[in-house]
């Protein structure tokens, strides 16, 4: 199985080693062969500009997309991400590659303004995140494309451990984090595939 990854700084593992990365994990742990496409700073625009180069042209088996949260840290709209994110998944069904959305994990507001940067409009980012959430996963059951719900994956594991110790920033997952991710995806796809 051949699965390209494309995103942001989520997928490109910003704040950990390589090898900590979830798509250095899950290359590692089971037999997928990965190639991580994502690119620090990324927004959906941006991934749909490269996603001839860096998807298509590749020819993988399956395509894991995941982003937004550039988008609404830029202030773009939910409805100009949907937009991106919709193309993505259908121009790899018309290739017949295998899509699967992912949803970016929540963002730790007050964390982020001391370890990340306090310019942001977190409220806006956090409110649009949870539309878009919402329509990621009513638009894959929809369609029938599998779904690795990072966000809810974050939001139970908080219930056990701190914030400090999933988030490098409030932002970006921390190695543990990432082991989680790794852990989810490895579910969602093996139950995409039987």
Known sequence: MNIVCIGDSLTSGFGVFKEERWTSILSRNTSFNITNKGINGDTTTGMLCRFYEDVLLLKPTHVIIMGGCNDFISNRSVKNTIINMK???EDAIKHDIIPISATEIPLMQEMAKRKWSPGPDYNYVIES???Y???ILD????MCVGCIDFYKLFQETLKEYSQRELYVDGIHPS???HRFMAEEA???INRRDE
Not at 139 to 142: L, Y
């Open 87 to 89: 193309e993505m998944i």
């Open 129 to 131: 995140s949870i539309l």
């Open 133 to 135: 959430r919402k329509w």
């Open 139 to 142: 638009f894959s059951e929809d």
């Open 175 to 177: 190695a543990l984090g």
């Open 186 to 188: 490895t579910k969602i």
